[in-house]
């Protein structure tokens, strides 16, 4: 995230195995982010702004159909590379 709340990373789907940019926005009157697969609609990820801080925290997913649940997030350390 940048100092004009613009998200920007990577998402991995650990039940297809692929991995795929995501691109969002911070709402900086209710502290809330939303972000989506880079050039895709949906779906529409969202939770706290806070909740980017933790290891592990839920969001909420919601679909073109209307459909929202509820996922956990979880920071993946970045593998070591050795010298």
Do not use: Y
């Amino acid at each position: 995230m940048n100092k004009q709340g613009i998200i920007a990373g990577t998402f991995c789907n650990t039940t297809t195995d692929k991995t795929q940019p995501i691109e969002g926005m911070v709402d900086q009157e209710n502290q809330r982010v939303a972000w989506g697969i880079e050039g895709k609609k949906w779906p529409i990820m969202e939770t706290g702004l806070a909740n980017l801080t933790k290891d592990s925290s839920g969001a909420l997913i919601h679909f073109e159909n209307g459909e929202t649940q509820q996922w956990l997030m979880v920071r993946v350390e970045e593998p070591k590379t050795e010298n």
